[in-house]
């Protein structure tokens, strides 16, 4: 669950933050992908300021249920007024 925006693409996730983004990837069992559920219909009814999101993956049926998860953070950093990936 995150309020971050987030990127997919497959088996990756970006969640980015103000000042880093933290990189997801499914690195077992291949295939995998993530996917992304906006909650946005909750937070509305909660009165939440921003729309809160569940990432996901689903193993398929006869794949072992084992998974393993890479996270990797990528904290940016300021430089002549502007922000860069380090």
Known sequence: MTWLPVEL???TAWLHGEHATL???????PGVSF???SLEEV???????GILKRLTFTVPP???SHARIRMT???RYYVHECWRDG
Do not use: K
């Open 73 to 75: 953070f990528h904290q």
């Open 23 to 29: 990189e997801l990837s499914i690195e077992q069992p």
């Open 9 to 11: 693409r497959e088996a």
């Open 62 to 64: 006869g794949v072992s």
């Open 35 to 37: 996917h992304l559920e």
């Open 43 to 49: 937070c509305r009814a909660n009165n939440s300021q």
